[in-house]
């Protein structure tokens, strides 16, 4: 089992950067397959990026393609998710989650959420 806590979120205006940092617990993480969701208000949870388990596979929405990039420190049992060129249409609740078994872009796959944290971006 592994626990998952976000951080980094906060407000900032468009065109800005922001890097969020998901943190892990237990020994295990290596071996995890990564992914980062985000949700808006009214709206359901979409997936944003992932990334497997040696950091060597990871692929990002088209709806963030080339502004969001996820990467990961295994010796720091933590996940990243660089955003650039932040939009407002971007504000959400972020996510990472964790699964076995392979990268994927479905909610239903991953066994293990963190509790998020909250980006703001202002126009």
């Known amino acids: 089992q592994v626990q998952l806590v976000e951080s980094g979120g906060g407000l900032v205006q468009a065109g800005d950067s922001l890097r969020l940092s998901c943190t892990a617990s237990?020994?295990?993480?290596?071996?995890?397959?990564m992914g980062w969701f985000r949700q808006a208000p009214g709206k359901e949870r979409e997936f944003v990026s992932t990334?497997?388990?040696?950091?060597?596979?990871?692929y990002s929405a088209d709806s963030v393609q080339g502004r969001f990039t996820s990467s990961r420190d295994n010796a720091k049992n933590t996940v990243y998710l660089q955003m650039i060129s932040l939009k407002p249409e971007d504000t959400a609740v972020y996510y990472c989650?964790?699964?076995?078994?392979?990268?994927?872009?479905?909610?239903?796959?991953?066994?293990?959420w963190g509790q998020g944290t909250q980006v703001t971006v202002s126009s």
């Open positions: 990334i497997n388990w040696h950091g060597g596979i990871r």
């Open positions: 989650a964790a699964r076995s078994g392979g990268i994927s872009r479905y909610t239903y796959d991953y066994s293990y």
């Open positions: 237990g020994r295990t993480f290596s071996s995890y397959d």
